[in-house]
Every structure is written in C-alpha cells, then in structure tokens.
C-alpha cells in the first residue's frame, strides 16, 4: 500500500520535512518514489503540488493525519 507521509531531514533541533509518496512497509526516511512537497515547522512554511496528491489518493494511496493537517492548512 502507497501511504503520502513526511521524511524527517536537517540537523538536531532543526526539523524539516518532505512529503513523499512511499510504500507503507518501508522506513521514515526511506527512499521515496516520488516528492510531493515541503514543510519548514520552525517558520511554518510548506509546498505541496496538490494535484499530485489528489491524483495519487485517487489511485488508492493512503494519507497520514499530519499530511492531512498540512492540506487543510494550505487551503486557509
């Protein structure tokens, strides 16, 4: 199963994500099949491609509650 998550990078104490597309066995921060996006938590800047997102959640992927979160918050 296709989950759209975040992958964890930068340094300690300095997180910075991206939103990848990423079977669901696989690890955190393993290699994603494709990059949908960003998100900064320290200034609270992200990018999503969301035409992306929607085609892919058509085609059966799964969405986690903090990608989620990040939508509805794009849209406001």
């Known amino acids: 199963m296709l989950k759209i998550r975040l992958k964890r990078l930068g340094r300690k104490k300095q997180p910075f994500y991206r939103v990848i597309l990423i079977d669901s066995r ?4 393993g290699k994603a099949i494709e990059e949908i996006g960003f998100y900064n938590p320290l200034n ?4 999503l491609n969301i035409a992306i997102i929607k085609e892919k959640i058509k085609q059966g992927a799964q969405i986690t509650k903090t990608v989620k979160t990040l939508i509805k918050n794009h849209y406001q």
Not at 26 to 29: A, L, N, S, T, V
């Open 44 to 47: 609270k800047q992200n990018q």
């Open 26 to 29: 696989k690890k955190r921060d």
